[in-house]
């Protein structure tokens, strides 16, 4: 479905894009919050590394972490998202860009990460999709290769956004949290439940994740459809 941008019509692509596609929008304005926000919090330790991740499917991460990229590449940073939801990965879907190869070739050593690591359309913004799956992600991601991956790409760019499957769901984020400088909780609003949302945090708090706030997904504005909200956690 395409929503209409002035005379012209957004496409899906567009749609989840929109701090590419719409930059004056109060979406993407508040995208430049939430990057705002990312980096008065590395005041004291530089946030160079981060995961986003939701307590539940169907909160709209994803969305959240392509604009998230898209406005920190626009800020001429180097950015790389890597989708490390190894399940269900989306980023490559969101991109347009192909999965044959990606982060589980290059931690597995099937593929070097110059290899397998593709542009974007967005200047700055580089994506490593998932991969084929694999049959044990929680491994994968625990493993002595995803430590040294997450230490060598940090070098390489400015910020690494990682794509994490829900909380709730699998453990992955609890362990993906331990390598990186920090995290953040995707929560839409009208859908996520309370105690599904603190389940989250409580979990990730459980293994010293520095979190760095929470994103509200989807609050309804009268002049747009989408609204995100930035706030300490």
């Known amino acids: 479905?395409?929503?209409?941008?002035?005379?012209?019509?957004?496409?899906?692509?567009?749609?989840?894009?929109?701090?590419?596609?719409?930059?004056?929008?109060?979406?993407?304005?508040?995208?430049?919050?939430?990057?705002t926000n990312i980096q008065f919090a590395s005041?004291?330790?530089?946030?160079?590394?981060?995961?986003?991740?939701?307590?539940?499917?169907?909160?709209?991460?994803?969305?959240?972490?392509?604009?998230?990229?898209?406005?920190?590449?626009?800020?001429?940073?180097?950015?790389?998202?890597?989708?490390t939801d190894l399940r269900k990965p989306t980023v490559h879907f969101t991109f347009q860009l192909p999965n044959l190869t990606g982060l589980t070739t290059v931690v597995t050593q099937?593929?070097?990460?110059?290899?397998?690591?593709?542009?974007?359309s967005i200047?700055?913004?580089?994506v490593l999709p998932s991969g084929p799956v694999p049959p044990n992600p929680s491994e994968l991601l625990g493993s002595r290769a995803m430590k040294e991956f997450v230490n060598s790409v940090s070098k390489l760019y400015d910020y690494v956004v990682f794509d994490a499957p829900p909380v709730n769901a699998v453990t992955d984020p609890q362990i993906l949290s331990r390598l990186v400088?920090?995290?953040?909780?995707?929560?839409?609003?009208?859908?996520?439940?309370?105690?599904?949302?603190?389940?989250?945090?409580?979990?990730l708090k459980k293994v010293e994740a520095n979190i760095l706030g929470a994103v509200l997904n989807d609050r309804k504005m009268e002049d747009s459809q989408y609204y995100y909200y930035y706030g300490e956690g």
């Open 1 to 35: 479905m395409a929503r209409k941008k002035g005379n012209q019509e957004l496409s899906d692509k567009q749609r989840a894009l929109i701090t590419e596609f719409d930059k004056k929008s109060a979406i993407s304005e508040q995208f430049r919050t939430l990057r």
């Open 43 to 83: 005041v004291d330790k530089q946030i160079k590394t981060m995961m986003v991740t939701s307590s539940s499917p169907g909160e709209g991460k994803s969305t959240v972490i392509a604009n998230l990229g898209v406005v920190l590449a626009q800020q001429h940073n180097k950015v790389l998202i890597v989708d």
């Open 110 to 120: 099937q593929a070097t990460f110059e290899e397998a690591v593709l542009e974007t």
């Open 123 to 126: 200047p700055r913004l580089d």
């Open 181 to 203: 400088d920090g995290a953040i909780l995707v929560i839409r609003s009208g859908q996520t439940e309370d105690e599904h949302a603190q389940k989250a945090v409580d979990s």
